[in-house]
């Protein structure tokens, strides 16, 4: 079930992957910084100091000193980003280029005056007993006893007020009180059902991202998330740690699913995935830990267009054959869909909520959520309000369930709906894959053992 990397074995090529990408971040970064004059005089007049600035692995900085560009490439360095390295020294492109070959700068260019390398003898379908890949079909059946396992599904509003209630101390009040008391289930079942990584679905809210760039799909491989300053300064909790290796495989996986992705190492994140940790894992501070890695995924709801129910619906079954084709260590992964539920922000219609619509909206996530996939654009926002169109979130982190790959259908362990929360309806709800059945040894094909029924979580 491993990822399909054809390139790996092309002869004398790296293929700047997302796995490669993480681990040349840094590297990168400071090749990027030698764009600049002043940084690139800084640089010549003392490598050994410059290079203190920046977090490179050994390996890493000794090939900068030595002007290895095979070696950074090996180290995740790609030569669009380590060009400016030798651009700094003054080198041509074709310099470069020829400097990773063993070939004398004179050979190097006489051959390319010559027409250049010829393929025949290094290309991959010329080593012994290649044939060139077919393309699969996309898995429409789960992987059983995966090493990555998705346990359970947990959908939630993520309400900037809430987390401001949580951080003055106010849950208790009577306001308040009957919003976290819907809650009260889910930390007690959270602390028996902890996950190693949550892939947590939320909008940003014109903080990580403003007008400059509008990403549908974000897909956060960093290995740190700060909290961001919404302008009232940070909320006082932790920051955030992603899980890089499992990002870029996820990353590899959905991109080769034909989803666009746009990854991001270095980004804030706002109460939009913030608040949900805080409603589940409790108040705690910024010099404390939250308790799971979390993969952010953000998703585009702001500025139309904005993707349908259809394509997160997808997305999300892209995200569940991902996760099975993952070869690492076992992982207890959940998925999160954050945000809504009916609200509008903007405009005469402002506050506008529908309790209706709402719970039967949960009533379709649970039973019937390709049927969901139909509602359009103008059907959240007619009824949900304009900012009820974060909804479509949800749809990720149930498009991905057993029973969307032919397993058995989720358990609903919690539901819970109030109105209001500041200006929102409040929508809560968590669903339980089965667990599988081991593989029977007897069994002629042990793919199609059957999964069990719902059965209560584990640590």
């Known amino acids: 079930m491993a990822l399909d990397k054809p390139y790996k074995d092309v002869p004398g090529t790296t293929i700047f992957d997302a796995e490669q990408a993480r681990k040349g971040y840094h590297l990168n970064q400071f090749c990027m910084s030698l764009m600049k004059p002043e940084n690139r005089e800084r640089f010549l007049a003392d490598q050994e100091a ?10 890493q900085r000794q090939a900068v000193l030595d002007l290895d560009l095979n070696t950074c490439i090996e180290e995740g360095g790609n030569i669009y980003f380590l060009s400016k390295i030798g651009a700094t020294h003054g080198l041509s492109f074709q310099q470069m280029a020829g400097s990773m070959t063993g070939m004398s700068e004179a050979a190097y260019r006489d051959m390319m005056v010559g027409g250049g390398r010829r393929p025949e003898g290094n290309r991959l379908k010329d080593l012994d007993g290649w044939t060139a890949p077919v393309p699969g079909e996309k898995a429409e059946t789960m992987r059983q006893n995966a090493p990555a396992r998705y346990t359970s599904a947990l959908f939630t509003s993520h309400v900037p007020a809430i987390g401001a209630a949580m951080d003055l101390g106010k849950t208790e009040e009577p306001y308040w009180k009957k919003v976290f008391d819907g809650y009260r289930w889910t930390r007690a079942w959270a602390k028996e059902n902890k996950p190693d990584v949550v892939i947590l679905v939320y909008n940003d809210h014109a903080t990580a991202f403003d007008s400059s760039i509008i990403p549908t799909f974000v897909l956060g491989t960093g290995s740190d998330y700060p909290v961001a300053d919404e302008g009232y300064g940070p909320r006082p909790v932790p920051d955030v740690k992603g899980y890089p290796e499992l990002a870029a495989h996820i990353a590899q996986s959905v991109i080769q699913d034909d989803f666009d992705l746009t990854l991001v190492n270095e980004m804030v994140v706002d109460h939009g995935l913030t608040v949900p940790l805080s409603l589940v894992y409790g108040e705690l501070g910024p ?3 939250w308790p799971v890695r979390v993969i952010p995924l953000a998703v585009n709801v702001v500025q139309y267009p904005v993707p349908s129910g259809r394509r997160c619906y997808e997305l999300g079954r892209a995200l569940r054959r991902a996760l099975d084709k993952w070869d690492g260590p076992e992982l207890n992964v959940q998925i999160w869909g954050t945000g809504g539920m009916s609200h509008q ?22 039973a019937d959520p390709l049927g969901l996939t139909e509602w359009q654009h103008m059907e959240y926002v007619d009824e949900a309000g304009s900012e009820g169109i974060e909804l479509v979130d949800w749809l990720i982190a149930r498009g991905a369930m057993d029973d969307q790959f032919g397993g058995g259908a989720p358990e609903t362990d919690h539901r819970f709906y109030h109105v209001p929360a500041s200006n929102t309806a409040v929508g ?16 002629e094909d042990p793919a199609e053992v059957p999964v069990a029924g719902p059965v209560p979580a584990t640590a």
């Open 428 to 443: 809560h709800l968590v669903l339980t894959n089965p667990v599988p059945v081991p593989k029977d040894a007897t069994a």
């Open 287 to 289: 010099d404390e830990e």
């Open 50 to 59: 410059y290079l203190d600035e920046w977090p490179l692995n050994p390996r």
């Open 345 to 366: 922000l903007q405009g005469p219609r402002a506050g506008l909520i529908n309790e209706e619509w709402d719970n039967a909206f949960l009533d379709h996530l649970i």
